[in-house]
């Protein structure tokens, strides 16, 4: 397990709101705050290619108490704000958020597999309604955005629109829950990854190791850009790197540590990668820009997952 505890070769960068010029944030917001939930996995689709390339970031947080799940959504930057179910009594809270590969719009996804689209962003189908052994804790688009996956805790997978089914991660019978779920570059293939640190591969997704029990639980993952590598994060902010991943430091041990880190996603050319915590604080490492958080700023839940484009 490589896990990065010092800034050597790194820049960490926690940022307050106050001061700080947003490239874009977007901020999915409850009615009240609850425990937090397992994170989803970005995809990490975008404008790949152009070094330094700078994402659109999104953050999600999810309300999971009381019978009215917000969801509202919040941009900031150059985020546009494409519609929200604020005033909508949702059957489950929203657990994750997926951007179109293009940008221009999102889908957010509750815990029973409800799934809401915006923008561009079209609606293929989803599990509300179905008796599922576990809840869903991600969303994962196809790469041309013509489809989608949800995953549940238990690993099973539901494939809509063009989504490809290449198998679970042995349903029913997981020593731990599956928190994280992210393509490969040509959508032929997926990981999974469990709160214990196992690494589930399908498709044509390779298998480039996995940190297994620390003592902490894993809270999300993300692939590298060309997929032969991912970042596994835990929840102390100590980010484990395989593959091609190059570990550019993470918060562990530093006095301002993002602990619980819930969620972590990469820039479009995998120079660097941002790290958010559940109090909206959020860490830049490598190449990645410090274009402020949501920290300072009175949350009505906490942040459990990101996406960027």
């Known amino acids: ?174 020593p731990e829950p599956i928190v994280g779920f992210a393509r490969t570059p040509d959508g032929r293939g997926y990981w999974m990854v469990s709160s214990h640190g196992a690494v589930y591969s399908f498709g044509d997704a390779r298998y480039y190791g996995a940190p297994g029990p620390q003592g902490v639980p894993v809270t999300s993952a993300v692939r590298t850009p060309d997929g032969r590598g991912y970042w596994i994060l835990f929840s102390n902010g100590a980010i484990a790197s395989y593959g091609d991943a190059i570990n550019y430091a993470s918060s562990l041990g530093q006095k301002d540590a993002l602990d619980p880190a819930t969620t972590i996603f990469t820039t479009s050319d995998g120079v660097g990668y941002w790290v958010a915590a559940a109090d909206g604080a959020v860490a830049s490492y490598g190449a990645a820009p410090n274009d402020g958080s949501m920290l300072g700023f009175r949350l009505n839940g906490s942040i459990i997952a990101a996406t960027g484009w």
Do not use: C
Not at 58 to 86: C, M, N, Q, W, Y
Not at 116 to 137: E, K, N
């Open 1 to 174: 397990m490589r896990t990065g505890a010092g800034g050597r070769s790194a820049r960490h960068r926690r940022s307050s709101a106050a001061g700080v010029a947003f490239l874009a944030l977007i901020l999915i917001m409850s009615s009240s705050p609850g425990p937090v939930a397992a994170a989803a996995v970005p995809a990490s689709v975008g404008t790949a290619g152009r070094p330094g390339a700078r994402l659109t970031t999104g953050l999600v947080a999810a309300e999971h108490s009381g019978t009215f799940k917000d969801g509202g959504v919040i941009a900031h930057g150059a985020a546009r704000f494409l519609g929200s179910p604020t005033n909508l009594a949702l059957a489950a809270p929203v657990v994750g958020m997926a951007a179109t590969p293009g940008g221009g719009g999102y889908w957010l996804v509750g815990a029973d597999g409800g799934v809401l689209s915006y923008g561009d962003a079209r609606y293929f189908g989803g599990t509300a309604g179905l008796r599922l052994r576990a809840p869903i804790v991600a969303l994962a688009p196809t790469w041309d955005g013509q489809g989608y996956w949800l995953v549940g805790a238990d690993g099973s997978v539901y494939s809509f629109g063009d989504a490809v089914f290449y198998g679970p991660a042995r349903p029913m019978s997981l």
